[in-house]
C-alpha cells in the first residue's frame, strides 16, 4: 500500500498549476477535461505516478470558489535550504504567511506558503527534522 495523491479543488486549473510548476518545480504529469461531468483533473508533482505520491487539482466548472474549511492542514515539501526558497518565492510574487526559521518549541525549519487558493504548503529544511 502506498499514498497515491492529495486532492485539493481548485478555482482556475491554470492559475493553480502554473504555481506549482513555478514556486516548486513540480511537472504537470497529466491533464483530462471531463466535459460531461463538468470538471477537469490535473496531476502535479516531481516524478511519475508509479513511484511518487502527487497532488490531484481538481476543476468543477461551475464552482468559482471553496470554502477552505477547517480540517484540513497542509502540502509539506522537504526543501533544501527554506529561507532561500522563501526569498525566490517572495521575488517571483508569492505570498509566503510565515517566514522560515525553526518550528515552536523546536528546531526544525519551517515556512508556509498560500498557494492561489488560500491552500497553504509547508516548507521543510532538509536535515533539521
Same mark, same amino acid.
Given at each position: 500500500?502506498?499514498?497515491?495523491?492529495?486532492?485539493?479543488?481548485?478555482?482556475?486549473?491554470?492559475?493553480?498549476?502554473?504555481?506549482?510548476?513555478?514556486?516548486?518545480?513540480?511537472?504537470?504529469?497529466?491533464?483530462?477535461?471531463?466535459?460531461?461531468?463538468?470538471?477537469?483533473?490535473?496531476?502535479?508533482?516531481?516524478?511519475?505516478?508509479?513511484?511518487?505520491?502527487?497532488?490531484?487539482?481538481?476543476?468543477?466548472?461551475?464552482?468559482?470558489?471553496?470554502?477552505?474549511?477547517? &480540517?484540513?492542514?497542509? $502540502? +509539506?515539501?522537504?526543501? =533544501?535550504?527554506?529561507?532561500?526558497?522563501? !526569498?525566490? @518565492?517572495?521575488?517571483?510574487?508569492?505570498?509566503?504567511?510565515?517566514?522560515?526559521?525553526?518550528?515552536?518549541? &523546536?528546531?526544525?525549519? $519551517? +515556512?508556509?506558503?498560500? =498557494?492561489?487558493?488560500?491552500?497553504?504548503? !509547508?516548507? @521543510?529544511?532538509?536535515?533539521?527534522?
Amino acid at each position: 500500500m502506498r499514498i497515491l495523491h492529495t486532492m485539493l479543488r481548485v478555482n482556475n486549473l491554470d492559475e493553480s498549476v502554473e504555481f506549482y510548476k513555478n514556486f516548486f518545480g513540480m511537472q504537470l504529469l497529466r491533464k483530462h477535461d471531463f466535459p460531461e461531468g463538468k470538471f477537469s483533473l490535473a496531476f502535479i508533482g516531481y516524478g511519475n505516478e508509479q513511484d511518487h505520491t502527487v497532488i490531484e487539482l481538481t476543476h468543477n466548472w461551475d464552482t468559482n470558489s471553496y470554502d477552505l474549511g477547517n &480540517g484540513y492542514g497542509h $502540502i +509539506a515539501i522537504e526543501v =533544501d535550504d527554506a529561507y532561500q526558497v522563501c !526569498e525566490e @518565492i517572495k521575488s517571483k510574487g508569492g505570498k509566503v504567511v510565515r517566514e522560515a526559521g525553526p518550528m515552536m518549541h &523546536g528546531t526544525t525549519v $519551517i +515556512a508556509f506558503i498560500e =498557494d492561489p487558493n488560500g491552500y497553504k504548503v !509547508e516548507l @521543510i529544511q532538509k536535515g533539521t527534522h
